[in-house]
């Protein structure tokens, strides 16, 4: 089955602790992205990669990093997390980067910093 | 830059009357444009999108939705609501800058769906 997983769901955690969120895709896409999702704020992009080794901003990235060593798999990590990271976060992937294709959207991960 | 307006947060209807969600966009350049459903609890999925082809755009679920340049509008509708449409649905739109595809995706802040028996 075609599908974008994530793991955690759901994770708890303190301020401070590195964290890494994991997000893989088997559907040979190129471009792989990372969302959060805030009430009344919709979705926010926070990094995105338009094929291994490349990848750029979003509109939130500080506090976050990414990586894309392998073109199924592309991890969100918070080096030190706080607080206001608190949020539903969603991983998506899509064919290309072409703005014409949609995006798969993986299951999301609720992330709570204490 | 671009940006996305869903003019209701709420909206709130009778099984089996219609639907309007509406929408309204600012791109500097041509956009994609699509609409998203989220039920509780569970990811975004694609309902319809609009690609520069027709501008009347079927998805699925009975869901349409008309993509109007001169407004700046592409409303989501729905002829007949049904009990299981209740969820939250994004209006999203595509950017492509320059010439250059980004596949970055502005979404709009979202409008919560009730459906009453």
């Known amino acids: 089955e075609a599908q974008v997983t994530q793991n955690p769901r759901y994770l708890i955690t303190v301020t401070g602790k590195k964290l890494t969120v994991t997000c893989s895709q088997n559907m040979n896409h190129e471009y792989m992205s990372w969302y959060r999702q805030d009430p009344g704020l919709g979705l926010r992009q926070i990094y995105y990669?338009?094929?291994?080794?490349?990848?750029d901003k979003g509109d939130v990235p500080e506090g976050y990093k990414v990586s894309r060593k392998e073109k199924r798999n592309f991890p969100l990590i918070l080096e030190s997390p706080s607080p206001n990271q608190t949020s539903l976060y969603f991983c998506a992937s899509s064919l290309s980067a072409s703005y014409a294709y949609e995006q798969y959207f993986g299951p999301g991960t609720r992330l709570t910093v204490t | 830059a671009q940006s996305v307006t869903q003019l209701d947060s709420h909206v709130s209807v009778s099984e089996g009357t219609p639907v309007l969600l509406r929408c309204n966009y600012s791109?500097?350049?041509?956009?994609?444009l699509f609409w998203y459903v989220q039920h509780p609890n569970k990811g975004l999925q694609l309902l319809l999108k609009y690609t520069s082809a027709a501008t009347l755009v079927k998805g699925i679920n009975g869901f349409e939705a008309e993509f109007k340049k001169s407004e700046t509008s592409f409303h989501l509708t729905k002829p007949s609501a049904h009990m299981s449409d209740a969820a939250e649905y994004f209006c999203?739109?595509?950017?492509?800058?320059?010439?250059?595809?980004?596949?970055?995706?502005?979404f709009g802040q979202g409008t919560i769906l009730t459906v009453h028996p």
């Open positions: 999203v739109v595509s950017r492509n800058a320059g010439g250059t595809s980004y596949g970055k995706l502005t």
């Open positions: 791109s500097s350049y041509s956009p994609s």
């Open positions: 990669s338009m094929n291994v080794e490349v990848t």
